[in-house]
């Protein structure tokens, strides 16, 4: 392709709006534009870029015996009104009406409309596995896009749904995915981490994400700093925590006056004791579809909530925060909340406090505190998994210490189990001839998310550093003068041969000052450049490497031979 007919409009200032390196650069360097709130079009290069990661996946996922298809981008609300999810999603899912008055959805995601696919078609256990793929547009709703391609509304996404007979078969296919995907990451040249994870409006039970290490990245991940544990911040687990400083203690459980102590800070200050020893009480508005309702969460004065793990146990679609009000109407005396006593509101214990002893909390009366509290006789669903994991603590597998690190997410893979299936009526006849719901799979990859991760991950303050897999073009001919007919008929002659070879070659034939064209070059990211300048006298021309921007020199009349053993091994 030759430069002089190709179409990227790149950008000498980033878009206002525009923080991180990808949204920046992509635009810049005329990869992508904006056509909206969250809307972006891909341009050639942007399209090419895009077509390599989608073969990836293609070929992984093909191996990996799952089979490609591509249903329609929208989807009628009467499956998801049949699964449950119609109402309860949120208002990313966008709902509208056609002519007709009929309910559709832009499908965010495809549970419904797969599980509508095979139902009444797959109907006998001898005709399972089953995986079935597309790659295609997604629609959220997001109420604030931004950072580009990495939160937008409408993406491009690889989305996966297996159909089993039984729990153990579904296991052995998300351990298949588990290893495509990390194949296809790679075969991307991206460094990657797998992480325990939430599953959120997905549902299900098993969840696993596969996150970007990124210093941009929008997700809090915890690493050990040992063994190979890793995990999402809102599903981390550590080793119990533990503490040698001297406990207190109480001959009995009794109330004690602690004028106008409503922090847990000045509380262990109060006792001369550490916040370990306290008890901490976290009061959140939980919005439900048909009410909304007051929660006390109880965790150890030292800790601190973690919300999705909270609403998680409480089952809510979301937690706010509650009002000084709600608190009043309730009988709740801010700072003084404690589990002994507690009337006509729900509460959760973290499950680091059971059993513990000699505690202190709230009385539950204004300027008042329980000493000597052991956190015995709860009903066992109290005890839910609450905290949020923080650097420094201990890991659960191997008791070495955790580390705090930036993630992008780019997969996520679930184990939905029969959650779908059952709700829509999905079943299949087992080896005893009698109707069982699928057992499924769910796995799910951001495709053109995966173009604005590459480069956060690959980047300098010139502009993208493309991995090879991934470079639109693997070189770039640059004739710093194309007056200079002896430059541009060895260009043109390097570029033709490169071609017949098979080698994806750009030649920048522009009118255009030598300084412009090695801008351009290091915006773009191509893997390499050739320079075909003054130097060409001497039978010189110069190949850089992009990601480190050295310069080798080569001899003109051998180029070829020499692009040969560089350009076809990448």
Same mark, same amino acid.
């Given at each position: 392709?030759?430069?002089?007919? /190709?179409?990227?409009p790149?950008l000498? *200032?980033?878009?206002?709006?525009?923080?991180?390196?990808?949204?920046?650069f992509? %635009?810049?360097?005329?990869?992508?534009?904006?056509?909206?709130s969250?809307?972006?079009?891909?341009?050639?290069?942007?399209?090419?870029?895009?077509?390599?990661?989608?073969?990836?996946?293609?070929? +992984?996922?093909?191996? !990996?015996?799952?089979?490609?298809?591509?249903?329609?981008?929208?989807t009628?609300?009467?499956?998801?009104?049949?699964?449950?999810r119609?109402n309860?999603?949120?208002?990313?899912?966008l709902?509208?009406k056609?002519?007709?008055e009929?309910?559709?959805?832009?499908g965010?995601?495809?549970?419904?409309?797969?599980?509508?696919?095979?139902?009444?078609k797959? %109907?006998? =256990?001898?005709?399972?596995?089953?995986?079935?793929?597309?790659i295609?547009?997604?629609?959220?709703? *997001?109420?604030?896009?931004?950072?580009?391609?990495? &939160?937008?509304?409408?993406?491009?996404m690889?989305?996966?749904?297996?159909?089993h007979?039984n729990e153990?078969?579904?296991?052995?296919e998300?351990?298949?995915?588990?290893e495509?995907?990390s194949r296809?990451?790679?075969?991307?040249?991206l460094?990657?981490?797998?992480?325990?994870?939430?599953?959120?409006?997905i549902?299900?039970?098993?969840?696993?994400?596969?996150?970007?290490?990124?210093?941009?990245?929008?997700?809090d991940?915890?690493?050990?700093? @040992?063994c190979?544990? !890793?995990?999402n911040? *809102?599903?981390?687990?550590?080793?119990?925590?533990?503490?040698?400083?001297? &406990?207190?203690?109480?001959?009995?459980?009794?109330?004690?006056?602690?004028?106008?102590i409503?922090?847990?800070?000045?509380?262990?200050? /109060?006792?001369?004791i550490?916040?370990?020893? %306290?008890? @901490?009480?976290?009061?959140?508005?939980?919005?439900?579809?048909n009410?909304?309702?007051l929660?006390?969460?109880f965790?150890?004065?030292c800790?601190d909530?973690?919300?999705?793990?909270?609403?998680? !146990?409480?089952? !809510?679609? +979301?937690?706010?925060d509650?009002?000084? *009000? +709600?608190?009043?109407?309730?009988?709740l005396?801010?700072?003084?909340?404690?589990?002994?006593?507690l009337?006509?509101?729900?509460?959760?214990?973290?499950?680091?406090? @059971?059993n513990e002893?000699?505690?202190?909390m709230?009385?539950?009366?204004?300027?008042?505190?329980?000493?000597?509290i052991?956190v015995?006789?709860?009903?066992?669903? &109290?005890?839910?998994?609450?905290?949020?994991?923080?650097?420094?603590?201990?890991?659960?597998?191997?008791?070495?210490?955790l580390?705090?690190?930036?993630g992008?997410e780019?997969g996520?893979?679930?184990?939905?189990?029969t959650?779908?299936?059952?709700?829509?009526?999905?079943?299949f006849l087992d080896?005893?001839?009698?109707?069982?719901?699928?057992?499924?799979?769910?796995?799910?990859?951001?495709?053109?998310?995966?173009?604005?991760v590459?480069?956060?991950?690959?980047?300098?303050e010139?502009?993208i550093?493309?991995?090879?897999?991934?470079?639109?073009?693997?070189?770039v001919?640059?004739?710093?003068?194309?007056?200079d007919?002896?430059?541009?008929?060895?260009?043109?002659?390097?570029?033709?041969?490169?071609k017949?070879?098979?080698?994806?070659?750009l030649?920048?034939?522009?009118?255009?000052? =030598?300084?412009v064209?090695?801008?351009?070059?290091e915006?773009?990211?191509?893997?390499?450049?050739?320079?075909?300048g @003054?130097?060409?006298?001497?039978? +010189?021309?110069?190949?850089v490497? &992009?990601?480190?921007?050295v310069?080798?020199?080569?001899?003109?009349?051998?180029?070829?031979e020499?692009?040969?053993?560089?350009l076809?091994?990448?």
């Amino acid at each position: 392709m030759k430069l002089s007919k /190709f179409y990227a409009p790149t950008l000498k *200032e980033a878009p206002k709006d525009a923080i991180l390196p990808s949204h920046i650069f992509l %635009t810049r360097a005329g990869f992508i534009e904006q056509n909206g709130s969250g809307l972006y079009n891909f341009l050639p290069l942007g399209k090419m870029v895009l077509n390599k990661i989608e073969s990836i996946i293609r070929e +992984e996922m093909s191996n !990996a015996g799952a089979l490609e298809t591509s249903l329609s981008f929208t989807t009628p609300a009467s499956l998801w009104q049949e699964s449950g999810r119609y109402n309860v999603f949120g208002k990313e899912l966008l709902r509208f009406k056609d002519r007709k008055e009929n309910d559709f959805v832009l499908g965010p995601t495809h549970e419904e409309a797969m599980v509508n696919v095979v139902k009444n078609k797959i %109907t006998s =256990y001898k005709q399972l596995p089953l995986n079935l793929y597309q790659i295609g547009l997604k629609f959220r709703d *997001e109420a604030r896009p931004r950072f580009g391609l990495l &939160r937008c509304r409408e993406f491009i996404m690889k989305d996966a749904y297996s159909f089993h007979k039984n729990e153990e078969d579904l296991g052995h296919e998300f351990e298949n995915m588990h290893e495509a995907y990390s194949r296809i990451l790679k075969r991307l040249g991206l460094d990657f981490r797998v992480v325990e994870a939430d599953s959120g409006a997905i549902g299900g039970s098993g969840s696993k994400e596969f996150m970007i290490l990124a210093k941009n990245g929008e997700d809090d991940i915890i690493l050990c700093s @040992k063994c190979d544990y !890793a995990a999402n911040v *809102e599903a981390a687990k550590r080793a119990k925590k533990t503490c040698d400083k001297e &406990r207190p203690e109480a001959n009995f459980a009794s109330k004690f006056h602690t004028p106008d102590i409503k922090t847990i800070e000045n509380l262990a200050n /109060f006792f001369k004791i550490d916040t370990f020893y %306290t008890i @901490k009480a976290v009061v959140k508005k939980a919005i439900y579809e048909n009410e909304n309702k007051l929660i006390v969460f109880f965790i150890r004065g030292c800790d601190d909530l973690q919300e999705t793990k909270a609403q998680n !146990a409480c089952k !809510a679609l +979301e937690l706010v925060d509650a009002s000084d *009000e +709600e608190l009043k109407n309730a009988g709740l005396n801010a700072g003084f909340i404690g589990f002994i006593g507690l009337k006509n509101v729900d509460f959760y214990v973290d499950n680091e406090l @059971k059993n513990e002893k000699q505690m202190i909390m709230g009385a539950n009366e204004k300027d008042y505190h329980l000493i000597g509290i052991d956190v015995v006789n709860l009903n066992e669903e &109290r005890f839910k998994d609450l905290i949020e994991v923080k650097e420094g603590d201990c890991c659960a597998k191997c008791k070495s210490k955790l580390v705090k690190s930036k993630g992008i997410e780019v997969g996520h893979i679930f184990k939905l189990g029969t959650k779908y299936s059952s709700a829509m009526n999905a079943n299949f006849l087992d080896e005893n001839g009698k109707a069982k719901p699928f057992y499924m799979g769910c796995y799910g990859m951001g495709v053109s998310r995966l173009v604005a991760v590459a480069v956060e991950a690959s980047h300098d303050e010139k502009g993208i550093i493309w991995q090879e897999a991934l470079s639109p073009f693997k070189l770039v001919i640059i004739i710093s003068n194309t007056k200079d007919e002896k430059a541009l008929n060895l260009g043109t002659h390097l570029y033709e041969n490169l071609k017949k070879l098979g080698i994806n070659v750009l030649l920048d034939d522009r009118n255009e000052r =030598y300084g412009v064209k090695m801008n351009d070059f290091e915006l773009m990211g191509f893997t390499h450049a050739l320079i075909l300048g @003054k130097d060409l006298e001497n039978n +010189e021309i110069q190949l850089v490497k &992009r990601k480190d921007l050295v310069k080798i020199k080569l001899k003109a009349n051998e180029a070829l031979e020499e692009l040969k053993k560089v350009l076809i091994c990448l």
